[in-house]
């Protein structure tokens, strides 16, 4: 990454977060203090949103659709496409909405931003709104980050006395009112038409879509939905321009992306790296290589709901298209690397559990089947496996994925790979009731 | 008219309307693409995952698997329902939902008309693999009509999407999440939604189940049905009466896509108790001994004759019933015809001149009526003349579908009522004061006209209704609103009316058949008979059906018919007939058939049930006889219906050749309605 | 029984939305604030009357998300991260040091009730696997001999918990 390129980490202090050890608790991101409005103005803040209200609207929409930025939140959905779905003409209040449920087992980094800048995020919102002319945001955060969104509503209530949000922000014209929601918890209020419902404090089931949300969202109003990370990257898309956050990635991919390892790792920790830096520089370098001296056996890319990967692939870049034809998905980069000695039937028993205990119960396949594919593999990882329950896991394992949302698939990801790169660990612990490997779970 | 579309499916080409899923259009089509959640009332929820086909968007693009209930039909596209990757699809989905749905269908309640069971035949879902422990729920008491069985539960979503989204219900929800979602109440208690039996159908499994059948329980493929009218109200909702071994075991909506359509009300749908009553009438009598009906009906026909001589004209009179069909109440007729009597109807003299302007508004063409599914498509409903969720509870229910899509609604009724919720306006006055108010709002449309302070409400019912692009007043005619109230709501909506918008109109009466004998012709005020019973000048009085007749004030125990010879053809044993002299029983209205009119002035043809019982005929077989008795059988081939009622003759001719399953006939778009009446 | 003052301010919150439903979660989390960390069946009532929601779609919210509780919870409550990555790094043994410690089982408060324990999702904290949160601090990495220091550090918190604790709400 270029230096001295101020980017979304300059502020907050990844080496403070990614330092790992015994130190004292509180510890993690909740133990580094947030950045002030005056360090943040110090640093350079303000200066993207300052610039865009001279803007038109649209003109910022086509800054960042230059950009060539993608969401972060998982699906890496170009932001500019999206928002220029937004009816600029419709006549009542649109909203923007800032996705914080972060619950995506092993993805950590939209705390760090929170946590770390906040004021980063509010100014990031101000241009997003500005863009499309809303004039009402929301955060929405998850419940378990409460800290985060004490953080947040101190920053915003001095954004609010710097005029940054409500009425005529810097004598603009333009009105900007933010609100944090605070979540009462479950991962699928991440998904964001679930999160919708979730906002107008209904049960958290997604709705269908069409209508999308950016023509039919909160309150059936224009609503757009970005993930915290997306956001982040527009004040300095704004200050700099398209052409320098094209500039940033490798082979051809725009900006930076905020990079994870954790599980079998030395050094776990958030990066900020460019789009399209391998997999093996990642684990290898920033991660400091495997944690007790066992070879990797497979790396989990993005958050836990993408397919796994093997040690032969992790030369792969870690940008959307590579990862996508490398048989998984980017998500959200935060790798989760498991070595030799891990059971990958007792691993993908904890991973089902997860989908099993988050779904929403609303459709069949994955109210009913991720139960049974649980009960399965944990049966078989207990070594009481049967004849017959890797059928059970192939006919399931194909059928969780034709659901009324993606969260079921994103089940399906880890769980179809597991079945089929590590089959011989199941059928083994079938046999023998007893797992292959040295030292079974953990 | 909608756009045509051209869609394939398995491979042959069909013309379906545009703006449809393609499941609608499979199931229009008679082709049973597998489904749970999908109901035509309820609409697509995509939560149960079934309805599962290959879909393509066209020829030459690749086909997904895809929802169904999920996929608008597009020009071209191209649907797989046999795809050998959509048969394990739903195969597997059954498996799913079997995993913890008890396996005791042999002697499960819903069994033989359970979607579960037969969709999982249909999917050929045969051998369970799942070996682990079933989930199991804690059931409710849901009160004295539905039983709760949650174990059967397979999540479909219906129950709550038709009690609380399409009933606005707000007592029975969903709980929970994950594989554990739980749908019932808060706690146990009964449900109060008028319309909570619905869920028996809605629910494609066991869960919620009619507690009277389960009481009385037959196999549902051992019942015998026969299709009928719900006898309660006025609205006319189509039934499916169940009856084994001599009694009535249950009642369900019947489809009539022009009428109640899915749904009907508790308080029809519980309410067949008379049928198996104690009190039901099973021997003739007359003076007092019992008898064969044949000799009843001899000896009754001489006394006739006797009265008729000694006293002449006039000295003998009858009073039909609105809860009776119109051939009862035709032979009724005809009987004091021959006699030369004269008749009233049940109920008091302002009523049913009430009843008849109502009536004769609605036979002339004069005013628009809607019928059931054509209420729900209003955008302004003015209610006014009564407690409508007691009075005509379906119609309730379809002015429900309007409050979903978010059309105001203003209520002028005697108390509060349960829509009172969803209304943008209520205002309680008792009924004759109802007309008053009911012009002021005629006044307020026209603000030229409108003197001194205006009322308030009446001043946002009119700027509601004066924009709205499909309004509707619903009126009640069934009581002391009298005939100032037809009149009043009438000319609301002659002031409402506007070349480019019409506004429709909808009398509601008390009871089945009130709207076919209001057209009868040369009634009397019932309250002359009454009267005139009770001061001796009429000496021989045949009342119709009482039992049904809904009225319970008279005869008033107060005042004897001390010289009056009562005739009481009847199939309950209530108050007329315990006193009455001559006692001729006949079948109760599920048992037999006949012809009724509702709100609309549809005639609805409705069959009885083969129930073995001491009495098989009917009051109109009843009277018929009678009149045979008398000598008079003649007549009774010589009489047309349009003789006795101010109908159309076209109407007359073809009111015996009415179905039961047909969507009836309307009298307004009889030919040459405005020849006949005036 | 909420105060006046409480009702006029969860009221205000309501209305300053185009519909007063959206108010509902942060009025259900104050009222479980207020009932000392749980909704009972009045607090199901009340947010109904205040959001306008009826109370069997407020049931229906407060049975879905797993940051309400229908019954007594602790007065404080420990959540374990269950997720991958700590489950790599050992949560189960830290699980079963808590629940040792405690006497409880997952899922169970105990009997004094001081503390509920209960498994989470994925902190957001897998950097510092395993983790634990406790109340609102979040700890990492856990090992076996710091659990006895943050149950006694909590215990002896007479402040700094946001849970009003009511005594009637203890579990029995
Ligand atoms: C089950 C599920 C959970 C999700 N959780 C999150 C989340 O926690 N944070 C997030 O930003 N996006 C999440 N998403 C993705 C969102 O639905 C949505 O695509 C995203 O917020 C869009 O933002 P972006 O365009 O900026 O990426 C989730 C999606 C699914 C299906
Ligand atoms: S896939 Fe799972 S989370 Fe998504 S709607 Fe279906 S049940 Fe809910
Ligand atoms: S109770 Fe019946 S209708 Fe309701 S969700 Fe369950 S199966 Fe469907
Ligand atoms: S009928 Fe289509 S998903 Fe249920
Ligand atoms: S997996 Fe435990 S904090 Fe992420």
Known sequence: MAQGVRTMSEIVLFKNIQKNGPELFPAGAAAIPACGYDDYVKNGGYQGARKALKMAPLEVQQVVKDSGLRGRGGAGFPTGMKWSFVPMDFKGQKYLICNCDEMEPGTFKDRALVYGDPHQLIESMIIAAYAMQMTQGFIFIRCEYRKGARILEQAAAEALNHGWLGKNIQSSGFDFHLDVHLSAGRYICGEETALLNSLEGKRANPRSKPPFPQVYGFLGSPTIVNNVETLCNLPHILARGAQWHKSLGLNGNAGTKIMGASGRVKNPGLWELPLGTPMREVLNEHAGGPSRGKSFKTVIPGGLSTPMMTPDQFDTPLDFDSVAKAGSRLGTACLIAFDEDDCMVAATANIMKFYMRESCGFCTPCREGIPWIYETVKAIAEGKGEEGDLAVLDDMARHIFHTFCAFAPGAQGPLLSAITTFRHEFEFLIQKSQCHTAGGAS | ?678 | MISDALKVQLTGHCGHYPSRRVGLIFVMQKLQEHYGGWLPEEAIREAAEISGVPETEVEGVATFYNWFFREPAGRHIIVVCDSISCYLCGCDRIAANLERKLGIKLGETTPDGMFTLLPVVCLGNCDKAPSIMVDDELYGPVTADMIDEIIEKTASETHGTRRAHDERNRPV
């Not at chain 2, 709980?175 to 449900?191: I, K, N, P």
């Not at chain 2, 309660?232 to 909702?237: A, M």
């Not at chain 2, 019992?290 to 009858?318: F, Y």
């Not at chain 2, 009466?509 to 057209?519: C, R, T, W, Y």
């Open chain 2, 1 to 678: 008219m909608s756009a045509k579309i051209k869609i394939t499916v398995n491979g042959v080409m069909h013309e379906a309307e545009a703006g449809r899923n393609i499941l609608q259009i499979l199931l229009d089509l008679g082709i049973m693409l597998p489904h749970f959640c999908y109901h035509e009332a309820l609409g697509a929820a995509g939560a149960c995952r079934l309805c599962a086909a290959m879909i393509s968007p066209g020829a030459g693009k690749p086909a997904r698997l895809e929802m169904a209930c999920m996929t608008r039909a597009e020009d071209g596209m191209i649907v797989d329902i046999t795809n050998p990757q959509a048969v394990d699809f739903r195969e597997k989905l059954i498996e799913e939902l079997m995993l913890n749905h008890p396996h005791d269908c042999p002697v499960c309640d819903e069994g033989g008309e359970c979607m579960l069971q037969d969709m999982t035949v249909l999917c050929r879902h045969q051998h369970r693999r799942n070996r682990f422990p079933k989930r199991t729920w804690r059931n409710q008491d849901l009160g004295p009509h539905i039983h709760h069985e949650m174990n059967r539960c397979i999540t479909c979503y219906r129950c709550v999407r038709f009690y609380r989204d399409y009933a606005l219900g707000d007592d029975l929800g969903v709980f929970g999440s994950r594989g554990r979602v739980y749908f019932g109440r808060m706690r146990d208690g009964a449900l109060v939604s008028e319309f909570s039996g619905n869920l028996v159908d809605v629910c494609p499994t066991g869960v919620f189940t009619d507690k009277h059948f389960r009481a009385v329980y037959c196999r549902p493929w051992d019942l015998q049905t026969a299709p009928s009218i719900c006898p309660h109200c006025s609205v006319g909702c189509n039934v499916l009466p169940g009856s084994r071994h001599k009694t009535l075991r249950r009642i369900k909506p019947r489809r009539n896509h022009t009428v109640n359509r899915f749904f009907m009300c508790d308080h029809g749908r519980f309410g067949g108790g008379f049928v198996n009553a104690d009190n039901r009438l099973t021997s003739a009598r007359f003076d007092g001994a019992g008898m064969s009906l044949d000799d009843a009906i001899t000896q009754t026909a001489e006394r006739l004759k006797e009265i008729v001589q000694t006293h002449g004209r006039g000295a003998v009179a009858a009073i039909g019933s609105p809860g009776a069909s119109l051939e009862a109440n035709a032979a009724l007729i005809l009987l004091m015809k021959t006699l030369e009597g004269r008749f009233a109807f049940f109920s008091t003299g302002a009523e049913r001149a009430a009843h008849k302007r109502a009536a004769a508004l609605i036979a002339n063409g004069q005013v628009d009526t809607p019928s059931l599914p054509e209420v729900e498509q209003a955008d302004f409903t003015l209610i006014v003349g009564g407690d409508i969720t007691r009075e005509a509870p379906m119609m309730d229910l379809a002015v429900r579908q309007t409050i979903r899509a978010g059309a105001p609604l203003f209520i002028i009724s005697p108390q509060a009522g349960k829509l009172d919720a969803f209304a943008k306006a209520a205002r309680h006055a008792a009924l004759p004061e109802q007309a008053a108010i009911v012009s002021n709002i005629a006044q307020a449309l026209d603000h030229a006209l409108m003197t001194g302070q205006p009322d308030p409400f009446a001043g946002a019912a009119a700027s509601a209704l004066a924009t709205a692009k499909r309004p509707q007043i619903l009126c009640g005619a069934t009581g002391a609103g009298g005939i100032a109230l037809v009149d009043a709501a009438h000319s609301l909506v002659a002031k409402a009316v506007r070349p480019e918008r019409p506004c429709r109109l909808v009398y509601w009466f008390p009871a089945m058949n009130s709207f076919g004998i209001s057209l009868a012709r040369n009634d009397e005020s019932p309250d002359t008979i009454k009267q005139d019973v009770e001061n001796g000048r009429i000496k021989a009085l045949t009342i119709l059906e009482h039992g049904a007749s809904l009225d319970s004030e008279w005869p008033d125990d107060s005042k004897p018919m001390k010289s009056c010879f009562t005739i009481a053809v009847d199939a309950i044993a209530g108050k007329a007939a315990t006193d009455a002299d001559a006692v001729l029983p006949c079948a109760s209205h599920y048992e037999t058939f006949g012809t009724v009119m509702n709100y609309e002035g549809r005639a609805q043809r409705f069959e009885g049930l083969p129930l073995p019982r001491p009495v098989t005929w009917s009051s109109a077989e009843v009277l018929l006889k009678l009149i045979e008795a008398l000598g008079a059988g003649e007549a009774i081939n010589r009489t047309e219906y349009h003789d006795l009622f101010e109908i159309p003759a076209t109407m007359s001719s073809l009111i015996g050749t009415l179905a039961p399953d047909s969507e009836g006939l309307l009298i307004r778009s009889t030919a040459a309605v405005r020849e006949v009446v005036g």
